[in-house]
């Protein structure tokens, strides 16, 4: 079976760090692009960042560009995001997900959460 | 970045209704829409992708159609277990992008 474990989240003060991990596991997963979505508390999916099956293409949407970075392990079948300049507009569930067939993410972690709070 | 508009944004329908769930993309993308389910507390589950194809084991009573910038979600004769959050989104460049969503209430 196929999975995606996220972990990492935590609370964290404004300004802060943290680095979320998503193992997977029941997929060949360096053969996969794999993203990062978010949802805050109450609120819709936002597509967050994703990278290539090889780690020579990363993409960010504007809210995290300069302050997330996507970055994985293909021996350790291991996904990152490392979140530096945390603000409270990133509290959120993060859901780390791929394609595994033509389109469309069909398999998600169970997400980790982050809160940005003083 | 490509906008994605859903509506409604709620909905109240009941069991054996047709309901039809829009989505509007800012610019052509082509057939690259896919639409997710969700309910409270779990992760997004995938319904239809490249706008009109059926996800292995989704009930067939869900659909989609559309093409361009013009998008449809149809569920034939809602079932319970069919009262969630749905939501478009597209795949046809970065950054992905979401509607905003439509709750489908009892």
């Known amino acids: 079976e196929m999975e995606l474990v996220e972990s990492g989240g935590g609370l964290v003060q404004p300004g802060g760090s943290l680095r979320l991990s998503c193992a997977a596991s029941?997929?060949?997963?360096?053969?996969?692009?794999m993203n990062w979505v978010r949802q805050a508390p109450g609120k819709g999916l936002e597509w967050v960042a994703n990278i290539k099956h090889d780690g020579s293409e990363k993409y960010y949407v504007d809210s995290v560009k300069g302050r997330f970075t996507i970055s994985r392990d293909n021996a350790k079948n291991s996904l990152y995001l490392q979140l530096i300049s945390l603000r409270a507009d990133d509290t959120a569930m993060y859901y780390c997900a791929t394609t595994v067939g033509p389109d469309g993410f069909n398999i998600w972690g169970q997400g980790t959460m982050v809160t940005v709070s003083s | 970045d490509i906008q994605m508009a859903q509506s409604p944004s709620s909905l109240s329908a009941s069991v054996g209704d047709r309901v039809t769930i829009t989505c509007r993309a800012s610019?052509?993308?082509?057939?690259?829409l896919n639409w997710y389910q969700q309910k409270p507390g779990k992760a997004p589950n995938l319904l239809i992708f490249a706008a009109s194809s059926l996800q292995s084991g989704v009930p067939s009573r869900f659909s989609g159609s559309g093409s361009g910038t013009d998008f449809t979600l149809t569920i034939s004769s809602l079932q319970p277990e069919d009262f969630a959050t749905y939501y478009c989104?597209?795949?046809?460049?970065?950054?992905?992008?979401f509607g905003q969503g439509t709750k489908l209430e009892i």
């Open positions: 610019q052509s993308i082509i057939t690259y």
């Open positions: 029941g997929l060949t997963f360096d053969l996969y692009w």
């Open positions: 989104q597209q795949s046809y460049s970065f950054p992905y992008t």
